[in-house]
Structure formats: C-alpha cells, structure tokens
C-alpha cells in the first residue's frame, strides 16, 4: 500500500509542476501587446479598433528541380510452378495401453452440526445512500 500512495504523490507532485508554470507564458505575452489599437471613429457606430498593416512578405523562391528520369524495369515472367506430389504417409498401429485399475477411495461421511437460529433484525444498512428528494 506504501508503493500506491508514494506513486499518487508522485503523480500529484508532477502534475502540480506542469500546471504551475502558465504564468510566464501570460506575462510574456502582456508584455509583448501593443498598448492599445487607435479607433477610428464613425459618426452613428460604435467605435472599432483600427488594425495595423500587415507587411509584405517576401517569397524567396528555389530554384528549379532538375527532370529526373526513372530508369525502366523490364517486365519479368516467372516460369510456371512444378506440381508437388506429397506422398501418403501411413502411421503404423498405435500399441493398445491399458490402465491398471484404480484403488477405491472411501471418503467418509461428514455431518455438520446445526446451525445457531439467528433471529431477523431490520437494521438500517450505513452504506445505502437515502432516496433522492424531489
């Protein structure tokens, strides 16, 4: 029982360690946010944060892949299979065996003495959950 309840410690001391360490990932990313987007105001409309521009990318392109040329496989035709005679194989007779006859166990007779009258007693079992209440 020792070993079960020093794995459950284990597995809750490493799983406390995983959890636990969130908070940098949060922080980074609040300190990596701009403060706040400029809004541009519509008469009439809420106003909406205006996004920034998104730059423009720049592809470097590969250059291009020499044609490869795959070599051909000459079609192959295996010659046909030669038929296998198995012959018939014939076991010789199987000896006759026979058993010496067992010995005659005698088991004696058991008789139980009676059984003590145990009087029926409506006892409430602990265990049993009470009816649900509507």
Do not use: E, W, Y
Request: charged fraction near 5%; proline fraction near 23%; charge should be positive.
């Amino acid at each position: 029982m020792a070993s079960n309840t020093s794995l459950l410690a284990q597995i809750m001391a490493c799983t406390l360690l995983l959890t636990g360490h969130t908070c940098h990932g949060a922080r980074h990313l609040a300190d990596a946010t701009p403060a706040a987007a400029p809004t541009a105001a519509v008469p009439g409309l809420p106003a909406v944060p205006t996004l920034p521009a998104v730059p423009a990318d720049t592809v470097t392109l590969l250059p291009p892949m020499p044609a490869v040329t795959l070599p051909t496989v000459p079609q192959v035709t295996l010659p046909p299979m030669p038929s296998v005679v198995v012959p018939k194989a014939v076991l010789p007779p199987m000896p006759k065996v026979t058993m010496a006859p067992m010995p005659a166990i005698v088991v004696p007779k058991v008789t139980l003495p009676p059984m003590p009258f145990v009087p029926n007693v409506n006892v409430p079992m602990p265990f049993l959950a009470p009816p649900p209440s509507v």
